[in-house]
């Protein structure tokens, strides 16, 4: 895949999944990947059984694909499954069409909506640890005779291919790195004003930024398709009068592997260091949807490395199902969402009482007051408190301003410092 064809993406395919008995199918969220990047959805194939090693699926139903394949005239073929790049190679044989898997499409989807450096990236990187680990098998099968997918590596020394893809993807990690430290040297500066993180989370198209919208009053792009979110976006809310900073950040897939997630560690390291996690969920699907996904958040949230951050559960879009009903979804996830909220991020539902759990959760909070002379350094000071912390009151006398200020116990430090530069004085502190 080069950036050429990325370029014109769409098409008729066909989506197959292979699942053993009782596991729950895929396809519909394939699907929706799939149409994401324009693909058009010309047939679908499913098969419950034990994976087989030459197909993926069984060599009949490899026929019976074939014919599909044909009779809608797709140009290739998609597997919910992972893929070994002899079953890739074996299905490109028997249906004459290259046979993707859906690390792939979810690739060419991110490839699709990336639009910084970073996320670029590290989207190359996911994609050359995929073709890394595969690199000899596929040079060795194309020297067997060149199909879809493979063609131009039967040219190659397999060694030779292996070793160039290595080569870039050090190349690539590299990069990779200092970005990383670019982003620990902003997440330390911010961390150093002293107000905390609070981080949103969760599946794709749950309505992450249309939330990051509604709290901090900053606009995020917002789309129906998934994967809309690729690299993080900042900007300040207020939570009940704690005043943090809101990060929103990419979203999370059932299928995506360790390799993707693990390229994006710089992105969801912004999530792994933040002070709370407010997990976004549609709750206005069915309640098994609903718990798939809840679970799936929470395990890869666990995966990334949080692990005592407080979890906030935005149950979103209740709207859609009405807030009686939210309410009962609320109680029936209860066993496994963390502090369960209903809201509607689009209609501006609930987020009082979102702000307010947030705010009961932010930790080591300090209500204080300062006299402060009434000079010009003075009053730019306060413009700046009043950017990173809660000013509850604000007085002027003939000489001085008395300031009752809410905010974490580190900002109150620092500040207790800077007032007293400027000829000031703390007059009491206490915790809130
Ligand atoms: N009805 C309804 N729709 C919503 C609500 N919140 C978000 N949406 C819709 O859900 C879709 C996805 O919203 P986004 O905010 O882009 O979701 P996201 O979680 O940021 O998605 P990615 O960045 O793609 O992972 C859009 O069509 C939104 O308009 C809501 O409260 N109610
Ligand atoms: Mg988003």
Known sequence: MNVKS???LGGRVVLVERRLHGEKSLLHELESLAQTIGYTVAGKIEQVRRADP???IGAGKAEELARLVKEVGAEKVIFENDLKPVQAYNLA?????????????????????????EAKLQIELARLRYELARAKEKVRLAKLGEQPGFHGLGKYEADVYYEAI?????????ELEKVRRSRRLKRLRRRSIGIPTVSLSGYTAAGKSTLFSALSGVEAKVTGSLFTTLSTKIALADFSGRRSLLVDTVGFIDGLPLTLIEAFKSTLEET???DLVILVVDCSETLSEVRRKLSYSLSTLHEIGIVSTPII??????????????EKVAEKVSDIAPNPVPISALYRINLETLRKTVADNLKDYVKASFELPLTSEALSLISSIRRFSTVRSQTFHEKAVLLEVESTDYFMDKL???VEKLGGRMLEAVKI
């Not at 249906?95 to 910084?116: C, P, Y």
């Not at 290595?166 to 590299?174: D, G, H, L």
């Not at 559960?313 to 939210?326: C, P, S, V």
């Open 166 to 174: 290595r080569r870039r993807v050090s190349k690539i990690q590299e």
């Open 54 to 56: 030459k197909f993926q």
């Open 6 to 8: 990325l370029n014109r």
């Open 313 to 326: 559960t935005a149950l979103n879009k209740a709207d859609l199902i009405g807030e009686d009903k939210a």
């Open 93 to 117: 044989k028997e249906t004459g069409v290259e046979v993707l898997d859906k690390f792939q499409l979810i690739l060419e989807v991110f490839s699709q909506h990336a639009s910084t450096k």
């Open 416 to 418: 207790k410092g800077r």
């Open 272 to 274: 792994v260091f933040s």
